[in-house]
């Protein structure tokens, strides 16, 4: 059965092994599993060099149309061929407002593009296989590498031009295009914003468990201490802590976020009146729980359709992605 035909056109040969191979498979000449001819049988058919095969049947792969098997080689994987744009998404771990970007992103791709979602938990190791192992497969990577170290390693091996960082900016990957938070100027004009209710307290306490959080939201927040002269602490549990009246916390996750509420309840103390809360990153559930707690967040849909964007577009630029105050009846 010959899966591959060419003509004279001005279309190029490489796209004509991809719309011939298309053809084949939504007409049902190949079905899911099926084996494609080799390259050397199509180069020699047609008299073509490997590349110009090579380049159609890669093409191909980052689709997800097809794939290789080492020593044996490509077979269909999808039969759906409306797909032009296969997308590798790397998040450090799943919660509400990544599923706010998540979801936007996916809206603004529109319906021919193909998203696979990956999440490496904040483990080095994870990071690593996943990008490795998925290397060649994407028409695009989207990596977002936390506050991880040696991210380069991996990364720098995935094709350059298809590589879009999200979140947070390393000095090992500048290269790469970005949309980014500024975590320390966020935290800082945040907290700036409610200066004239956080005087209404006597101490100002983050939580910060190093292991998850970025760097710059404790400079930020060291940053605006010092330059109001608040009283301030930083702490990275909330084990051993009783809140107190007169104190404000600033809370950078939603388990913790709980905590400190119940804690509040437990010692008998009015929130807002008593204790400050300011909670980072907005969510539907912060508008409503305890009549609502302030945020200082990024906007999350918007960083979604920026991304999308950049990806449809083939842009390479980086993009700082706005923050604010939501004030609410927890200060």
């Known amino acids: 059965m010959k899966i591959v035909s060419l003509k004279?056109?001005?279309?190029?040969?490489?796209?004509?092994?991809?719309?011939s191979i298309e053809r084949a498979i939504v007409s049902g000449k190949l079905k899911k599993g099926d084996k494609l001819p080799s390259l050397n049988v199509v180069k020699d058919q047609h008299k073509l060099s490997r590349d110009t095969v090579l380049n159609?049947?890669?093409?191909?792969?980052?689709?997800?149309?097809?794939?290789?098997?080492?020593?044996?080689?490509?077979?269909?994987?999808s039969e759906d061929v409306l797909v032009k744009k296969k997308i590798f998404l790397l998040f450090d771990e799943l919660n509400s407002f990544k599923e706010d970007l998540y979801n936007s992103f996916l809206d603004c791709l529109g319906d021919n593009c193909q998203v696979d979602i990956f999440f490496h938990h904040f483990n080095e190791d994870v990071f690593n296989?996943?990008?490795?192992?998925?290397?060649?497969?994407?028409?695009?990577?989207?990596?977002?590498?936390?506050?991880?170290?040696?991210v380069n390693v991996a990364v720098d091996n995935l094709p350059k031009e298809n590589v879009y960082i999200l979140d947070q900016k390393h000095p090992e990957l500048l290269d790469y295009p970005v949309i980014f938070q500024n975590f320390e100027k966020d935290i800082f004009n945040g907290l700036s914003s409610a200066l004239s209710k956080l005087k209404n307290y006597k101490k100002l306490i983050l939580l910060f468990p190093k292991v998850k959080q970025p760097k710059g939201i404790l400079n930020g927040f060291q940053l605006f201490c010092d330059a109001n002269n608040f009283n301030s602490e930083v702490i990275s549990s909330l084990e051993n802590s009783t809140p107190k009246k007169g104190e404000v916390y600033l809370i950078l996750d939603d388990k913790n976020l709980i905590r400190i509420i119940k804690k509040i309840k437990e010692n008998n103390l009015q929130l807002s009146k008593d204790i400050g809360l300011i909670s980072f990153n907005?969510?539907?559930?912060?508008?409503?729980?305890?009549?609502?707690?302030?945020?200082?967040?990024?906007?999350?849909?918007?960083?979604?359709?920026?991304?999308?964007?950049?990806?449809?577009?083939?842009?390479?630029?980086?993009?700082?992605?706005?923050?604010?105050?939501?004030?609410?009846?927890?200060?």
């Open 129 to 150: 296989k996943l990008i490795n192992d998925n290397n060649g497969n994407y028409s695009s990577y989207v990596i977002m590498p936390a506050n991880l170290k040696n």
């Open 8 to 19: 004279k056109s001005g279309v190029p040969k490489y796209k004509q092994i991809v719309n």
């Open 56 to 77: 159609a049947f890669n093409e191909l792969k980052t689709r997800g149309i097809i794939h290789s098997v080492v020593g044996k080689g490509y077979f269909v994987s």
């Open 282 to 331: 907005d969510t539907i559930l912060k508008e409503v729980v305890a009549d609502g707690i302030t945020t200082i967040s990024t906007d999350f849909n918007l960083m979604g359709e920026k991304l999308a964007q950049m990806i449809l577009n083939n842009e390479h630029t980086k993009i700082e992605n706005p923050s604010a105050l939501i004030l609410r009846k927890s200060l």
